[in-house]
């Protein structure tokens, strides 16, 4: 009878059954070979694996295993837009997240746009239970959805303001102010700050553009948070003139 391994045998096992296990769901989501669930959206049908989406989602699981009609037919239906599917996917199966990917610079108004306003149903799909986590560098906060999507809301944040500043006309930056503010603060606090901040930035072209101004003024609070960032920015500079910083 041969000896038991040893621990370094049985350390060394299961770093080789580790390494064989990375990349697996990449290639699974990249080859699409035998997918057996179908995931539709208004624009696009995703072709993905029970094993994988039914694993990490109870959602996905409850739909497939508890008599509902998509058991039989092998097809959801979900009401999100297909940019924020293929996001929720591309977290399930541990590919990069496109949607979290940095726009190019000098990208446009229209690919800016929708990617703002992606961003905003994103975090709407991803925010309907919250929870802190703790990193030596930053406490971050979380956000989990009924697809079981954990996304950090700090490269969310970033990446919606990044795509703000992308925007040039301000028809546009009110439109994506008044999708934010569409939502309450409690789901999208972060993406209202940064909209209205960047309202507040463009406010003098938004009082310009009779449309922009007639459509910022739909929303009180939209208003509001964007007069008083700019009387914020005000009195900042104002106290910097009366210190009379360098630059005064």
């Not at 045998?9 to 989501?29: H, N």
């Not at 989602?57 to 092998?74: D, I, Y």
């Not at 837009?81 to 496109?98: G, K, M, N, T």
Request: with cysteine; charged share 25%; aromatic share 8%.
């Amino acid at each position: 009878m041969a000896p038991p391994p040893s621990r370094g045998v049985k350390r060394k096992r299961r770093d080789e059954d580790e390494s064989r296990k990375d990349g697996a769901l990449q290639r699974m989501y990249a080859e699409k070979q035998w997918c057996d669930l179908s995931i539709r959206t208004a624009t696009r049908t995703f072709e993905v694996h029970k094993a994988v989406v039914c694993a990490v989602c109870p959602f996905m699981k409850a739909a497939c295993t508890r008599g509902f009609k998509e058991a039989q037919s092998n097809e959801i239906q979900l009401p999100e837009s297909e940019a924020v599917v293929e996001a929720i996917l591309q977290h399930f199966y541990q590919v990069p997240v496109d949607l979290l990917e940095p726009l190019p610079k000098r990208c446009g108004n229209v690919e800016a746009r929708d990617r703002a306003l992606a961003l905003i149903d994103l975090q709407v799909a991803a925010d309907k239970v919250r929870y802190f986590v703790f990193s030596p560098a930053y406490e971050s906060k979380l956000t989990r959805s009924q697809y079981d999507v954990t996304l950090s809301s700090v490269d969310l944040s970033e990446r919606f303001h990044g795509a703000m500043l992308e925007l040039s006309d301000p028809k546009i930056v009110v439109h994506i102010g008044l999708a934010a503010f569409s939502h309450s603060q409690e789901q999208l606090k972060n993406l209202q700050q940064w909209a209205a901040s960047n309202a507040t930035a463009a406010l003098e072209d938004i009082s310009k553009d009779e449309e922009a101004w007639m459509a910022i003024c739909t929303d009180p609070r939209f208003m509001r948070d964007v007069l008083r960032i700019g009387r914020t920015h005000h009195v900042q500079h104002a106290n910097c003139e009366e210190l009379g910083w360098p630059w005064t």
